[in-house]
């Protein structure tokens, strides 16, 4: 679960998504899929959490939770994104996101956009980075919490939490990090970020 949930939590990240019955989001959304991950990147970027919370669709407060999850999760690989920029410039901050399974600003502005009758998928010019598939439900794009934990009990939906809250907290502190120059150079900071990100994949 953890591996599914790294890849997921950060859409920004690679995700199958579906519409769940009875889902609800903010009733302010964007008109296609490649601008509602330009409007929710700038959102996380912003720290505006009722923004990013536009990226998804959940049912109920079990997959609300999650969606939160998500949020703040996003949020705080936002706040490396932003540290990093400051403190290193925009080549590095690529290359320490990169390494995280991440897309910046950069990446998004540049993606391509296909949409077809089963959805649409966004693909960065980066092949590193997995393409965003997203689904057209009731005139609105989104992420489809309810598919993301399908078959989830409340079990299943706390260990989703905690994966993702684990997740948060470790990005969240090197964010920190970078922002208290604690680490001596770029090199040391991608070398991290490279080690993170694998722990993170292995579940971690």
Same mark, same amino acid.
Request: aromatic share 6%; glycine share 8%; with cysteine.
């Given at each position: ?12 990240? !690679? ?6 019955? $009875? /889902? !609800?989001?903010?009733?302010? @959304? ?6 509602? =991950? ?6 996380? =970027? ?11 669709? #959940? &049912?109920?407060? %079990?997959?609300?939770?999650? /969606?939160? &999850? ?7 690989? &936002? *706040?490396?994104?932003?540290?990093? @920029? ?17 897309? !910046? !600003?950069?990446?998004?502005? @540049?993606? +391509?956009?296909?949409?077809? +009758? ?9 092949? +590193? ?9 009731? $005139?609105? #794009? ?10 989830? +009990? ?7 939490? &905690?994966?993702? /809250? ?6 969240? #502190? ?13 090199? %040391?900071?991608?070398? /991290?970020?490279?080690?993170? $990100? %694998?722990?993170?994949? *292995?579940?971690?």
């Amino acid at each position: 679960m953890a591996r599914g949930l790294f890849i997921f939590a950060c859409s920004i990240f !690679t995700a199958l998504i579906a519409h769940g019955e $009875g /889902a !609800t989001a903010p009733a302010s @959304r964007p008109s296609g899929p490649k601008q509602l =991950l330009v409007e929710t990147h700038t959102a996380m =970027l912003a720290e505006d959490t009722a923004g990013v919370m536009k990226l998804y669709l #959940w &049912a109920g407060p %079990d997959q609300e939770k999650v /969606a939160r &999850a998500c949020v703040a999760n996003a949020i705080s690989s &936002a *706040r490396l994104e932003k540290a990093t @920029r400051e403190k290193f410039g925009d080549d590095v901050v690529a290359a320490v996101m990169h390494r995280l399974n991440l897309p !910046t !600003t950069e990446d998004i502005a @540049r993606a +391509d956009e296909v949409v077809n +009758d089963r959805g649409a998928v966004v693909r960065y010019k980066t092949p +590193d980075l997995f393409p965003m598939k997203l689904e057209l439900i009731d $005139g609105s #794009w989104g992420v489809s919490i309810g598919r993301m934990v399908k078959g989830f +009990d409340k079990d299943g939906i706390r260990d989703a939490c &905690a994966s993702t /809250a684990n997740m948060t907290r470790q990005i969240g #502190w090197m964010a920190e990090q970078v922002r208290d120059d604690q680490f001596k150079s770029a090199e %040391d900071l991608k070398e /991290a970020a490279g080690r993170l $990100g %694998d722990a993170l994949q *292995r579940g971690q």
